[in-house]
């Protein structure tokens, strides 16, 4: 008998949350093994697949929280709130290194982020959830993707060039960010999380809330095994005329990072919900505080590169520099074993905050 919370869910949320760490917190940008980068531009890499993740299981969690829901303006009050939060909690990132102590100029403020994103889609899709039924999102979802790819690789720009999926000017999601944001990017060409592509990664969403309904169904193995086969067959062959890539959130993106979660997903609920194998409870522990786990292994991060040791190093730099840095180790496996000693920490953290039943939710 499969239990009445699916641990599967929580496991994955929390393995999600540890390599998001992982790969935020290297010994040293310049040396980093190439899986644990993002593709340049066009491309998969395991790291490309964290983000997109985290807002497939955003998904499963709309669906299984709000299932029972009322249709109410309480209801509503409180996936707005939540959604703010989240918004706020990002924005204050931005501003807290380097801006803060807000003495600095905020005319290059970075205003979108990893949080804001899944601010606006949380809100977004709960609302959507609410008000429509599996078919129309699957219907909604579809025509996302099919019109962004439409738009993106045939309206031409207002001065007549006609578009591109390359990081250029005549890139409708880099040319619609920069106009509308100006200086307020991550790049002065492009944002990986900018305004026109958070239309796509809704879909990712959705197609955490449909998979969420199968999970909740009979004959969840089969289905979710087919499911992931539907959409990575569908992504690779969409990769063919709208090149993966995260820094857009193409439509190919979004149907090969689905799959790859949704075939993930199926073998960790085999073996935890339905074989009742207990393993991964550590990623448990995260996953059942995964917001707040990366809000603060981010703010503290931040504080670590803010905090000055002598002249010319800081906290970060010299723990790096005097523990993890050897003569026997490359300089990879060096910066490497800095950023798993990190993620180890954060995973004592949450399974202290599980002894001590302690569960804060954004």
């Known amino acids: 008998m499969i239990k009445k919370r699916i641990e599967s869910v929580d496991v994955l949320r929390g393995f999600t949350i540890a390599l998001m760490i992982l790969v935020n917190t290297p010994g040293t940008w310049s040396n980093v093994y190439p899986p644990l980068l993002h593709a340049n531009w066009h491309g998969l890499t395991p790291t490309d697949l964290i983000f997109p993740f985290f807002l497939f299981i955003v998904g499963i969690s709309i669906y299984?929280?709000?299932k029972r829901s009322e249709n109410s303006f309480l209801t509503y009050k409180k996936i707005g709130i939540r959604s703010l939060k989240l918004f706020g909690l990002g924005l204050f990132l931005n501003i807290f290194l380097p801006y803060f102590p807000f003495i600095n100029d905020f005319e290059t403020l970075r205003i979108p982020g990893v949080l804001q994103r899944i601010g606006i889609v949380f809100f977004i899709c709960g609302v959507m959830y609410?008000?429509?039924?599996?078919?129309?999102?699957?219907?909604?979802?579809?025509?996302?993707?099919?019109g962004y790819w439409l738009f993106l690789?045939?309206?031409?720009?207002p001065d007549g060039t006609l578009p591109t999926f390359d990081r250029a000017a005549n890139n409708w999601?880099?040319?619609?960010?920069?106009?509308?944001?100006?200086k307020h990017m991550w790049q002065p060409d492009y944002d990986p999380e900018?305004?026109?592509?958070?239309?796509?990664?809704?879909?990712?969403?959705?197609?955490g809330i449909l998979i969420g309904k199968v999970l909740d169904n009979a004959n969840q193995i089969k289905n979710l095994l087919l499911s992931a086969l539907v959409l990575l067959v569908s992504?690779?062959?969409?990769?063919?005329?709208?090149?993966?890539?995260?820094?857009?959130w193409s439509s190919s993106f979004v149907l090969v990072t689905s799959g790859w979660g949704t075939l993930i997903l199926a073998i960790i609920f085999y073996l935890r919900d339905v074989k009742d194998i207990k393993f991964g409870k550590i990623f448990k522990y995260v996953g059942m505080n995964a917001i707040t786990i990366y809000f603060l292994s981010s703010f503290i991060s931040k504080c670590m590169y803010l905090?000055?040791?002598?002249?010319?190093s800081n906290v970060h730099s010299y723990l790096y520099e005097t523990i993890f840095v050897q003569s026997f180790f490359s300089d990879n496996f060096s910066s490497f074993l800095y950023g798993i000693t990190v993620v180890l920490f954060y995973m004592g953290l949450g399974y202290a905050m599980f002894r001590k039943k302690i569960f804060i939710k954004v």
């Open 64 to 66: 299984f929280a709000y």
């Open 173 to 182: 999601s880099n040319f619609i960010d920069s106009s509308i944001l100006g």
């Open 307 to 312: 905090i000055k040791v002598g002249d010319n």
């Open 153 to 157: 690789g045939f309206v031409p720009l």
């Open 130 to 146: 609410l008000n429509f039924n599996w078919k129309v999102l699957l219907s909604i979802g579809l025509a996302i993707l099919i």
């Open 194 to 207: 900018g305004l026109f592509s958070t239309l796509p990664s809704i879909v990712t969403c959705i197609s």
């Open 235 to 248: 992504g690779y062959v969409l990769d063919m005329f709208f090149p993966i890539n995260k820094a857009i």
